[in-house]
């Protein structure tokens, strides 16, 4: 169950507050979001959260002959939650005039922060990766700029894009014997960064990030490390050739084994995408790599401009581009 966003221009029956008769005295009406539950098929990648506990936006407003680009991302509301069944009400702009939207997802996470108002253009998002993999986080992001207010009964599309990239990981044992995998890590990802519009801005340290596992794997299984709960969702990002970007730590025949990746060129994990790493052990505990990648699917939602309360729903929209690359990222080493 997640949740559906319509706007209604509905007439004004109340008298304006003092700040909002400042800038939008002469408006015929005002905007309202209307949020009700509905069904709403997400990527898995929504694994900590899902759209019902809300998402933030944002609005600016502007004549019609500027642009978002410089007015504060925002001068008309800023960061207001958008929640199931609450409704939250402002005047509708001067049909003169323009008006921009910016959401994202998750609203309230202390690990997302969203910048002030008075800075111009889009907003720009602060993100700190969670160490744990379990609590990572899928970034979701939508914004439609420079609509005219001209037609208020005008519809209009916002469409969230996830901002992550997605690792997941897939055992196959091939060898004769149980085996049992400790770990799975991560590493080199840069764990803070800034996201204006699609551009992500990496800072501080690398980190590693270490998925424990502690599960035996039979001769001739196959284990799905990740699940569906345990994806590395990470910053968008390039690793460089001759890091180490992968390690496997498995216990077999009572000794333990190390199986690393140090890249042979250049890696770079883009914004909603999935890659999925199948190893491979084989017989004599060498491991095989083989890496998957498809685009991730977007969440589409429309959002009606119409006289009265729309009752219209926000429906999703699943559009899948598939990319299959063969081959493996590196060969993989073993330590031990």
């Given at each position: ?6 706007i ?11 700040d909002l008769?400042?800038?939008?005295k002469n408006?015929?009406?005002?905007l ?6 509905n069904?709403?098929?997400?990527g898995?990648?929504?694994v900590v ?10 609005s ?9 680009t ?5 001068n ?7 929640l ?11 049909t003169t ?7 994202y ?10 910048q ?7 907003p720009?998002?602060?993100?700190s990766?969670?160490?744990?993999v379990?609590s ?39 060898t ?11 590493k ?7 996201l ?9 340290d690398?980190?590693?990030?270490v998925?424990?596992?502690g599960?035996n794997v039979?001769?001739?299984t ?8 345990n994806?590395?969702?990470l ?22 084994r190390?199986?690393?990746c140090?890249?042979?060129?250049d890696y770079?994990?883009e914004?909603g ?13 060498e491991?095989d790599?083989?890496?998957d990648i498809s685009d ?8 009606n401009y ?16 598939e ?14």
């Amino acid at each position: 169950m997640a949740c559906l966003l319509s706007i209604g221009i509905i007439p004004v029956l109340t008298a304006c507050t003092e700040d909002l008769e400042q800038y939008h005295k002469n408006s015929e009406g005002y905007l309202k979001f209307n949020i009700q539950d509905n069904n709403w098929t997400r990527g898995t990648q929504a694994v900590v959260a899902s759209l019902d506990e809300g998402f933030g936006v944002s609005s600016s407003t502007y004549p019609a002959s500027g642009t978002y680009t410089s007015y504060g991302c925002g001068n008309y509301f800023y960061n207001i939650s958008a929640l199931p069944n609450t409704n939250t009400e402002y005047y509708w702009p001067l049909t003169t005039n323009e008006i921009s939207f910016f959401a994202y997802y998750p609203y309230g996470n202390a690990n997302l922060t969203i910048q002030s108002p008075l800075t111009t253009g889009a907003p720009i998002y602060a993100y700190s990766t969670p160490v744990s993999v379990a609590s990572q986080i899928d970034i979701m992001t939508a914004q439609l700029t420079d609509v005219s207010c001209a037609d208020p009964t005008a519809t209009v599309s916002l469409t969230f894009a996830h901002k992550c990239s997605d690792l997941r990981f897939i055992l196959d044992n091939s060898t004769t014997e149980t085996v049992t995998v400790n770990s799975v890590t991560v590493k080199n990802f840069y764990r803070n960064g800034t996201l204006q519009e699609n551009t992500w801005t990496t800072t501080g340290d690398t980190q590693d990030f270490v998925l424990t596992v502690g599960s035996n794997v039979a001769s001739g299984t196959t284990l799905d490390l990740t699940g569906t709960t345990n994806h590395f969702l990470l910053i968008p990002q390039t690793i460089a050739q001759g890091k180490r970007m992968l390690d496997l730590y498995v216990t077999s025949g009572g000794e333990n084994r190390h199986f690393y990746c140090d890249l042979a060129e250049d890696y770079t994990a883009e914004a909603g995408k999935t890659y999925q790493f199948r190893l491979l052990l084989k017989s004599n505990l060498e491991v095989d790599d083989g890496t998957d990648i498809s685009d991730w699917e977007l969440q589409v939602g429309y959002i009606n401009y119409a006289t009265g309360i729309n009752t219209e729903s926000w429906t999703p929209e699943e559009q899948p581009i598939e990319r299959i690359i063969s081959g493996g990222i590196s060969d993989w080493q073993r330590e031990n």
